[in-house]
């Protein structure tokens, strides 16, 4: 059995701010071994679940963020930019499963830990099929497309709930709970760590009764941007419509095309990003 974990760093326990989540930040480098610690419970538990193999995508900002030489050694790690889907890059049919590790809930949720989607300087709002979606959902609309369920979420409170409004019978685990949008109160790690394992391991073993969810035939994706600008930039990508001052939208045949187009949208959007205004 084939699990597929997608690892983000906002959502692990012990970060809060973006200190810990930007490179150059003073706590970014405890945030990896933190990271790397809570997949690693996460990969434990999927093997006692029955996993044969677990393929862990590291999903934040250059995907260059698990400490690989303390990464359990039965996980293969697909690491580094510039690669087609993004978050869930090799994820395709062949798996049986997807959990998100260190994951956040979409911009604009309040009592949420770094709450945004996919950019907060940029991107105010990402709906597909008119449903506002955040990375979680985007993501896992990808994965049901291939027949793929999503079977357990982390993350804080607001993850939790965001996971279990896109599917009600997803696994969660709030490993710390937001008081503020860079305040947490953190779990011991001991105690998240046994949480994570135990809940992937009954994910994992309930995972071929899972099913994923609906997708839409056709989906349409409607980005609202942060600023005019931005959205005047999007609409040189063809296909695009303006829906308002601040929204564009795009088409496509399917959610892995439209994954691709999200990517597209959002860099013809930023090129006209101006931090002066």
Do not use: W
Request: charged share 20%; glycine share 8%.
């Amino acid at each position: 059995m084939k699990i597929f974990i997608s690892a983000d760093l906002e959502g692990i326990n012990g970060i809060a701010a973006p200190e810990d989540v930007e490179e150059v930040g003073a706590g970014y480098q405890q945030a990896r071994i933190f990271m790397t610690e809570e997949v690693n419970a996460v990969i434990d538990g999927a093997f006692a679940g029955g996993a044969t193999e677990v393929v862990v995508c590291d999903s934040h900002n250059i995907s260059q963020n698990i400490k690989m030489e303390l990464l359990d050694e039965r996980a293969q790690l697909l690491r580094g930019d510039t690669r087609r889907n993004s978050m869930v890059h090799g994820l395709d049919a062949s798996f049986d499963g997807l959990i998100l590790v260190g994951y956040h809930a979409k911009f604009g949720t309040q009592h949420a830990i770094l709450d945004h989607t996919f950019n907060p300087t940029t991107i105010r709002d990402l709906s597909v099929a008119g449903v506002s979606v955040g990375e979680l959902g985007m993501n896992a609309l990808f994965a049901a497309e291939k027949g793929v369920p999503l079977l357990m979420a982390t993350g804080d409170q607001a993850l939790s709930a965001e996971a279990k409004a896109f599917d009600p019978e997803v696994e969660t685990v709030i490993v710390k709970y937001a008081e503020g949008r860079f305040c947490a109160n953190c779990l011991p790690r001991t105690t998240t760590q046994r949480m994570l394992r135990d809940t992937a391991e009954k994910a994992v073993r309930a995972a071929k009764e899972r099913k994923p969810v609906a997708v839409p035939a056709n989906p349409e994706m409607k980005v609202t941007f942060q600023q005019v600008n931005l959205a005047d930039g999007a609409m040189r990508v063809p296909g695009t419509k303006r829906i308002d001052s601040m929204t564009v939208g795009i088409g496509a045949e399917n959610m892995d095309a439209l994954m691709a187009l999200r990517q597209i949208v959002f860099g013809a959007g930023s090129d006209f990003y101006n931090p002066l205004f």
